[in-house]
Structure formats: C-alpha cells, structure tokens
C-alpha cells in the first residue's frame, strides 16, 4: 500500500474522482469496473469515491460488492475509506452494515460519528443516533458542528433539544447557518414555533435554507399562513431568491388552504423563472390545481410534462379521483404501464379505493387480485377497509372473513376505528350479527366514538332484531357516549320497524331536548311514518310543517295514511301539496278520490275529475307486466 504508484496507475483514479465531482456516478462506477479487470492497483481515495457514488445512485448491491474488494486490497483498516463505508452504508439504510463498520474501526474519527448518527437519525433510531452522540464524548473528541446538527433531529423532545442548544452556544456554532437551520428544525417538530422564530431572527447571515426549514416546519404544524409569511419576508426582506423547497412549501400551503388564485401567481413565478421543468415542482402543481378544483389546469400541466416519475402519475390518478373522473384515473393506470412504469402500492390502493368509492365492488376484487399477483405488497388500512365495504354490498361473508383475518395478522393497526366499523358493518350487512357483536363486545364498549355504537344499532336494525338495537342504544346513553344525528335516526328506524310508537316519540325529544340535535327530513321522514301507523295524523301533518320543504315521499306517506283512516280534510291538504310538487302526477287526485268515495261524498267525486280533466290530467290506465 505504502509503494509508489507509477502516473498510469494513477492516471484510472484521477479521471475516476473527476467524474464524481462532476456527479457522474454511474460513469465512475463504469470506469472502475474498466480499472479493475485491468488489474490497476487502486490507492487510498479511490474506494471513497466510489462509495459516494452508490450512496448517490441508492445502490446497495454495488456497495456491497465495493466492500469486498476493498477488504481484498487491504484497505479496511484506512481510517478514511472506512468513514466512507460507514457514511455509504448509513445513507443507504442498511444501518447494522454500518454498525458493524463502525465497531470495527481501530481509530475512529468524528466525521465516521457524523455519518452514523445522519444515518441513525434518518432512520428514525433516534435512541440509538442519541447513544452514538454520547459514545463520542465517551472517546475524548468534541462534536463539530456537522454532529450537532446530525443529532439535532434525533431530540424527541424540547428538553432534550435544548440541552443541545445550550451545548451548540457553548461551543459557538450557533454562527453556524446549517447548526442554526437544524434547530429550527428540531424546535418545530417539538411544537416550539416561539422559539424556532426567535432562532431565525437572531441568526446573522441567514441563507434560504433558513427560511426554507422555518416554513416547511410551520406547514408541518398546520400553521399554513404564517408559512406563507416567512416566505414572504424572505422574498421582501432578504437578497435570498425562492428555490424548489421554497415553492413546494409555496405550493402545498395554496394546496391546504384551496387558494387558486395565489397558486396560479406561483405558477406564473416559476414559468418567469424557468423552474417548470423541475418534476417535483410540476407534480406540487398537479396537487394543487387537482385540490384546488381546477383539474383541467392540473391535466394540463400534466400532458406538456417530458418527464414523468411515479409520483406524477399517482398524483394525476388522485387528481381524477377526487374529481370523480374513475375513467379517466383507470385509463391512465392503464398509460403508465405502456410508458414503462410498473404500478406501486400507493397507484393499487388510489384505483381500488376509487372503484370502492363508485361501487364498482367486482373490479375492486378483481384489481385486488393482479395486485397480488403482480406481488405487490404495501396494501394500506384505507384499502382493505374499501375492500370490506365491497364485501358489506355483495354480502360477500367468506372474501370479508379472509380480509378480516389478513388484517389482523398483518397490520399493527387493525384497531383503527373505521376499520373496526367496517367489520361490523359487514357482518350485519351479511346476517352475521353474533359476529358483529363479537368485534364490538372487544373493541367498541371501550369506545367513545358514536361511529361503532350506530354500526351495532344499524345492523340489528337490518337484521329484523329491533330489540337489540334498543338495548344497545340504551347502553350507549348509560355509558355516557355522545349519541350524534345518526345515532337517533339507527333508533327511530328500530321502532319504526318495531312498531314503538310512545318509545320513538321519547326518543326524538330526547333528541331535542337533552342532546339539541336538530332533526333532520331523514328524522322526521320516520316520525311521520310512525304517527300515520298509528292514526296520528294531526300529529303528523304538524311535524310535516315544522319542515321547510318536506320531500314528496313524506307527503306520499301522510296521503296513504289520510286514505287508511278516511281523514278526506288533510288528505286534500296532502293532494293539493302533491301536485305542487308534480303536476302532471295523477295519483294524489286519484286517491283523494277513492277517499270521497269510501265517505260517499260523489258530488266531490265528480268535482274532482272534472277539475282533473279541465288540467288535462288522465290516470294512466292498469295494466300486467305478465307474459
């Protein structure tokens, strides 16, 4: 290793750390691959170089192999090449590889600590960066300012964070415009704005990546305006000019607050500064315009794009879903696999939620099934859930089974409340309601959302067992569960069905009176239902008028009930309110008719159809469906 290299040996090497200063890669990849079938003997910056160059491409297995032939050359032990394998293995994820590294390394230096504590942290192994942050001091060496802002993110709470500040003041790299950035950083994931603010005023010379950490931050904590404010402030207060970070912030504050019109004045910024060719850029401005109600503009931008990754095309895909457009988002799933590009999880889960959402419940299953077969993994809650509903409408009990139990295997997450409710609702919804009361006895007593309770109450309504619905409709209020709108209506509909007319009138002034729910024409639909079965039709017709507009179907209800008990006074009410409503709709006049009838009244009889003759009315005449 200590030999001198002859000028051809070296001559390989240099053109090879040329080409990664330059950011070609996979070109310094290809001429160390040329370099070693030569037999050319590499020196002490070679294998570095390289090691950058996989971490850049994300590729591991050339690490890997980059690993083997560096240990063969006996370079494991050089305290830089071995910095940079842990720095490789750690910005590629595979954290034990760099551990392992790390452990064996004889010296090591504060740069090797750096690149396993970025590489923890990234990784979320915010114990484990914490650990390695403390090993550090253990040796005798003293942070840089690359440590402190590595471990920065690791602080998962305040106290935590500013013990590192303190540290960060302490040493004086609190000049330091990446240190600076990092604690804003690490202060607004904390829920801190107060002092993330008072950090960007005080820091001298602040860049845009300042500004840029301070609204993103803000973003993340739903502050979206300030957000906007910062952005604003950078853009009037400093010589720092907006770059993609600041316009994706930009771009996705419009997409949350719907503001069309200033996500179009930043899509005119970024056409002035030609920024458009930028993917993330044009992808944020899909997001936007499809959220913001403008999907013409986001196909648009979609269509001029040269360059398309995955991301973009899902991104189109929600676009048209959200926009109710289930053709055009499976014609352009069906694109995307023409243009090369093979469907992830996330492109699976937006084309069967969508087709859950339209009811299209034999293609679900059917994309359910290549997905599988294409062996893609990664199905979310949100799928699986549409995937029960499927079940719930085609009273699919085995496909719901087999789902339900996938889910519980392999999702740490399968106690999600409407996915529990969707379960219930299955099982009722196929007559298993023992089942249904399964879910609920271990999940939804513990509960105080309504969501679950409606679900069990719904569902014995459904399967004709109106008394438990009752009683657990009765719990529900014993245990104190806020009982919403559609809590009361699942226990009308249960008397209705069951024939409780003082229960049902109990309920409904409970329902005004205690909890000051207003009914809605659903609530009053099934009162009025209630009093018309049981020849309450004064007190149906007032209920008819507490309502601003009843439906026809209400009015069609109260008239059969003037029929059944011959009130021919309000049934004229009802028939004259009917053909408001339809004109040109002949059965309330026949059935006020038949009521004249039945109380031998012909003259009104004879009254009433010269009065629908001079309307040119005529009852359509009857008539068999029967071959």
Same mark, same amino acid.
């Given at each position: ?5 002859? @000028?051809?040996?070296?001559? @390989? +090497?240099?053109?090879?750390? /040329? ?13 160390? $691959? ?13 294998? @570095? ?23 063969? $050359? ?15 293995? &750690? ?37 484990? &960066? ?19 802002? $590595? ?84 853009? =009037? ?14 771009? %996705? ?36 315009? %499809? ?45 995307? =696999?023409?243009?090369? !590009? ?5 492109? +699976? ?15 679900? !299953?059917?994309? !359910? ?22 079940? %719930? ?47 609920? /006895? ?24 109106? %008394? ?19 809590? !009361? ?76 008990? $011959? ?20 059965? @309330? +006049? ?38």
């Amino acid at each position: 290793m200590a030999a001198k290299l002859s @000028p051809a040996t070296v001559a @390989p +090497w240099k053109r090879l750390g /040329e080409l990664v200063s330059n950011g070609r890669y996979q070109e310094a990849l290809l001429a160390y $691959s040329e370099a070693h079938s030569s037999n050319l003997r590499p020196h002490a910056f070679t294998f @570095p170089c390289l090691l950058k160059s996989c971490a850049a491409l994300h590729d591991a297995s050339a690490a890997l192999q980059i690993h083997g032939h560096l240990a063969k $050359s006996g370079f494991s032990s050089c305290p830089y090449t071995a910095t940079a394998l842990t720095s490789a293995f &750690a910005r590629l994820l595979r954290l034990r590889d760099a551990r392992m590294v790390f452990d064996g390394m004889r010296e090591r230096t504060v740069p090797c600590f750096n690149a396993l504590i970025a590489g923890l942290s990234q990784c979320g192994k915010a114990g484990e &960066a914490r650990d390695v942050f403390g090993l550090l001091g253990k040796e005798g060496m003293l942070p840089d300012s690359v440590t402190v802002a $590595s471990v920065l993110p690791a602080c998962g709470a305040v106290e935590q964070g500013k013990q590192l500040h303190g540290l960060v003041v302490k040493t004086g790299y609190c000049l330091d415009r990446y240190v600076a950035t990092a604690l804003i950083t690490m202060y607004l994931d904390c829920g801190d704005s107060g002092s993330a603010r008072r950090i960007l005023e005080l820091t001298v010379g602040k860049g845009v990546e300042s500004y840029n950490a301070m609204a993103s931050g803000l973003l993340r904590n739903g502050e979206n305006f300030i957000a906007l404010g910062i952005v604003r402030e950078m853009i =009037r207060g400093s010589s720092e000019k907006p770059n993609e970070t600041t316009l994706l912030v930009v771009l %996705s504050v419009c997409t949350s607050v719907m503001a069309l019109s200033l996500g179009k004045e930043a899509h005119c910024y970024i056409l002035k500064r030609s920024m458009d060719c930028n993917v993330k850029i044009r992808t944020a401005l899909i997001d936007m315009y %499809s959220n913001c109600g403008s999907l013409e503009c986001a196909y648009q931008v979609f269509s001029t794009m040269d360059e398309r990754n995955l991301v973009t095309w899902n991104t189109m895909i929600s676009g048209f879903l959200i926009h109710d457009k289930l053709a055009n988002a499976v014609r352009l799933f069906e694109q995307l =696999r023409l243009k090369g !590009f093979r469907p992830d999880s996330i492109t +699976w889960n937006l084309v069967i939620n969508g087709l859950a959402h339209h009811q299209k419940f034999a293609e679900v !299953f059917s994309f !359910f099934s290549k997905m599988r077969l294409e062996g893609v993994s990664g199905v979310n809650l949100e799928t699986m859930t549409s995937m029960l509903s499927a079940c %719930s409408a085609m009273s699919d009990i085995q496909h719901g089974k087999e789902i339900y139990c996938q889910v519980i295997r392999t999702m740490h997450d399968f106690e999600d409340d409407v996915f529990q409710t969707t379960v219930i609702d299955m099982f009722m919804s196929c007559g298993c309601d023992k089942y249904a009361g399964r879910v609920f /006895e271990k999940r939804g007593r513990k509960l105080n959302d309504p969501a679950l309770w409606n679900a069990m109450i719904s569902g014995y309504g459904r399967c004709g067992k109106n %008394s438990l619905a009752l009683k657990i409709f009765n719990e529900m209020l014993e245990q104190q569960v806020q009982p919403n709108s559609a809590t !009361f209506l699942c226990a009308l509909s249960a008397c209705s069905h069951s024939g409780l007319f003082q229960k049902a009138l109990h309920i409904y002034q409970v329902m005004e009176n205690t909890y000051g729910i207003n009914p809605t024409v659903e609530h009053l639909s099934v009162m009025v239902d209630l009093f018309c079965r049981a020849g309450k039709l004064s007190e149906a017709y007032s209920l008819l008028l507490k309502h601003t507009d009843p439906p026809a179907s209400m009015w069609h209800s109260f008239l059969g009930a003037c029929r059944k008990y $011959s009130n021919a006074e309000l049934g004229e009410i009802a028939a004259t309110k009917l053909y408001d409503l339809d004109p040109s709709c002949t059965t @309330p +006049w026949v059935i006020l008719s038949n009521i004249y009838a039945e109380q031998y009244r012909w003259n009104e009889v004879e009254t009433l159809k010269k009065s629908m003759s001079d309307k040119h009315l005529v009852k359509a005449p009857a008539r068999s469906e029967l071959v």
